[in-house]
């Protein structure tokens, strides 16, 4: 059975391969630590409920997309679709950060006349000791690009429903206020049920921190 | 009011159980009705009246008689199960002599003959699935053993001068070319290459020689390089192919138009192919092709995944490997059709579905596939269409494409 919800709205998640795309999202819709798990070809898709307020429930659509630079081609014509994006790099590689500009580029280039709401993922950050990226610069770079700075670990589910949770809750006040409207044709944001019972049954708030491997 | 006793049944469980002596010597002892006792009432209180123990040695019976007609059932299941899978083991035998002794000496005059054909469609035996495979894919490129050691011992001289700079001076390389990062992905996928298997990963039995077979291969076609999937691909050559040769059939494998248009990238190309695939689809499985195009399911969303590594991640190990045998025999199309056969296998459970719960159950597909119903479906899939077989609706569609006029909107996939 299907749970009432009021929206959906459709993410994608992108950014250099092996910075932990799947491992994320993973965590947040199955609550689980991946230890194993093989490189995405193409696209991978989850799914998951959001309360944003008591009785308030966002459907995600959440298109996990191939890291590797050769797959662009493929991936680029997601975005149009895509009301939402978690950018991540990989706080333990420089070059992942590096290549965060050519990821935002090449998603803005290609999601005319949208818009994606952008949140900016700093990801492994329970490898300190290995940290190749501060926290100051990433946060810098994101002020820059107008996005919110998060940094997350999937190993040890450090504000992994506070990442999606915040994006969702942006997105939501935007088409709260308008500025992101449901379009015939547009698979970005598409509306739902206006729930009329809230079923506690059904709560999907998962504790963030319980390690589950 | 049945209990469940396997494991009480060894042990010291009820020792005093005047029945346990008597179903000692049946011959067939039903386990569950082990803890099933009837007992009087004890001694400190009323006897039951004769009535009610009557309809209680009555219920007690009709529930052992239950219990041993289902074990009875389940006894002959695992006989059954047990005669299958020895008699799978003699006709993998059996099938395994014949493709020693009388096919494989005379290949070339007897692999088109339908007799080989049928063998082929029921299944390679492991035991010359490499051999097999090694023929029918060929070697177009006449890539020799040499030739492989030349390509890795380029490819060794690559990892040592990119190795050691990469631990301390990594710094202003940001516009690094694709033929580098690419060399370290490879590292890094290898681990991710059938991660259950335990033999792919660092210090497993095949890491390096996956390794190996990848680099060699950056080596020989620079000019496409190392593309996720790939690994996936080489992995299951291996595991039927000593090593130089599984190089061999990899980069023929990978030079197949098919092939060689996905892991380019060629764009324009692949939504040919999945074009071609959707005049198939839409000619046989109508239904379902209407209810995709409803929720914009697009042929992408799934094939790509299932092209790019020849099914071998989405799909159970052996059953991939019966898919590539006759993708070994018919090439390209059988991809396609194996596609196709999968959506006409599931596809009551599809046209319930909406587009997030469909694109999950292709990407992944569920763990338990039956391999004969899968080919059956596979089997029953048409490959023409108005009279045309696959390559002429392919080349057709390639071609409009180069005279038609392409629409702006042409190069999107959604």
């Not at chain 1, 500025?179 to 809230?198: A, C, L, M, R, Y």
């Not at chain 2, 697009?298 to 071998?312: E, G, K, M, R, V």
């Amino acid at each position: 059975m299907e749970a009432i919800w009021l929206y959906q709205f459709r993410l994608i998640v992108i950014g250099d391969s092996t910075v932990g795309k799947s491992c994320l999202i993973r965590r947040f819709t199955e609550g689980r630590f991946a230890q194993v798990s093989d490189p995405t070809v193409g696209v991978d898709f989850f799914s998951r409920l959001v309360e944003i307020e008591p009785g308030k429930r966002i459907k995600l659509q959440i298109w996990d997309t191939a890291g590797q630079e050769r797959f662009r081609s493929i991936t680029r014509a997601y975005y149009r679709n895509s009301v939402g994006g978690l950018l991540l790099f990989d706080i333990t590689n420089r070059r992942s950060f590096q290549n965060v500009h050519d990821w935002l580029e090449e998603a803005r280039s290609h999601v005319q006349p949208h818009s994606i709401v952008f949140l900016l993922v700093g990801h492994k950050c329970d490898l300190e000791a290995q940290r190749q990226v501060t926290r100051q610069e990433a946060e810098k770079l994101a002020g820059a690009y107008g996005m919110r700075y998060v940094e997350t670990s999937a190993r040890d589910a450090i504000n992994v429903e506070h990442a999606f949770t915040e994006l969702t809750r942006d997105i939501f006040a935007l088409v709260r206020s308008g500025d992101i409207t449901i379009q015939e044709g547009w698979e970005g944001v598409k509306s739902g049920f206006v729930p009329n019972v809230v079923h506690s049954s059904e709560e999907v708030t998962k504790s963030d921190r319980r390690c589950l491997c | 009011m049945e209990y469940e006793t396997k494991s009480g049944r060894a042990g010291p469980g009820n020792p005093t159980s005047p029945r346990q002596s008597v179903r000692k010597n049946l011959d067939f002892e039903p386990l569950s009705t082990t803890a099933l006792i009837l007992e009087d009432r004890p001694a400190n209180l009323p006897a039951k009246p004769a009535e009610e123990a009557q309809k209680h040695r009555q219920q007690y019976e009709e529930m052992v008689a239950q219990a041993k007609k289902r074990e009875l059932k389940e006894a002959q299941k695992r006989r059954k199960q047990l005669e299958d899978r020895c008699k799978l083991e003699e006709s993998i035998g059996t099938a395994a002599q014949t493709w020693n002794q009388e096919i494989l000496p005379h290949w070339s005059t007897v692999c088109t003959s339908r007799r080989v054909r049928d063998l082929w469609w029921q299944g390679i035996p492991p035991s010359v699935r490499g051999k097999v495979w090694s023929l029918a894919v060929g070697n177009e490129l006449n890539i020799t053993h040499e030739l492989y050691s030349i390509c890795l011992a380029r490819a060794k001289e690559k990892w040592n001068t990119t190795a050691a700079p990469t631990t301390e001076t990594e710094t202003e390389d940001a516009g690094s070319s694709d033929r580098e990062s690419s060399l370290e992905l490879i590292k890094l996928d290898i681990s991710r290459t059938f991660p259950q298997l335990c033999i792919f990963q660092k210090g497993g039995p095949y890491h390096d020689v996956l390794h190996s077979i990848l680099g060699a291969y950056t080596c020989y076609r620079p000019d496409v390089g190392y593309v996720q999937g790939m690994s996936f691909i080489a992995a299951v050559l291996i595991l039927n192919l000593d090593t130089a040769d599984a190089f061999i059939a990899f980069a023929n494998l990978l030079n197949k138009p098919c092939q060689m248009a996905f892991f380019r990238v060629d764009h324009s190309l692949m939504l040919t192919y999945f074009a071609a695939f959707e005049v198939f689809f839409e000619e046989n499985l109508p239904k379902l092709f209407a209810h995709f195009k409803k929720n914009n399911l697009t042929p992408d969303i799934y094939l790509i995944d299932w092209i790019f590594t020849l099914y071998s991640k989405s799909l159970p190990l052996d059953l991939a490997c019966r898919v590539w045998d006759v993708f070994c025999r018919d090439g390209e199309e059988f991809l396609f059709r194996t596609g196709l056969g999968l959506l006409r296998l599931y596809q009551d459970v599809l046209t319930c579905m909406d587009f997030i719960h469909m694109a999950q159950f292709l990407t992944r597909l569920p763990d338990l596939i039956p391999a004969e119903q899968l080919f059956q479906h596979i089997a029953a899939v048409h490959m023409t269409s108005r009279n045309r077989k696959w390559a002429q609706v392919l080349q057709a569609l390639t071609e409009q494409k180069r005279s038609g006029a392409r629409q702006p909107g042409a190069e999107s996939l959604s």
